[in-house]
């Protein structure tokens, strides 16, 4: 019974993550997330994977971020008109 729920919790997560890769309110690209994903988790881990949430914590930890992070932050910011 253990074996047949864990399966089917996997076969869940599978699932629905390219379902929600596929939603992003503001089209992240995948530099954008290479470059920010350990900012996001190490700031900003609560508000996932809530795109406003993560958004409004980056704006907030903005001066912790890595070089690269804040580079493509910024430009993103700029190409979104979100600055």
């Excluded at 690209?29 to 920010?36: F, I, L, Q, S, V």
């Excluded at 958004?55 to 890595?66: D, F, G, P, Q, V």
Aim: glycine share 2%.
């Amino acid at each position: 019974m253990l074996k047949q729920a864990m399966i089917y919790t996997g076969l869940v997560v599978a699932l629905a993550q390219p379902a929600y890769a596929e939603i992003s309110k503001y089209n992240i690209t995948d530099a954008e997330k290479a470059a920010c994903h350990d900012d996001v988790m190490a700031f900003c881990s609560e508000a996932f994977p809530d795109e406003d949430r993560i958004l409004a914590c980056m704006k907030l930890n903005k001066a912790n971020l890595t070089t690269s992070c804040r580079t493509v932050f910024n430009a993103g910011m700029t190409r979104r008109h979100l600055d």
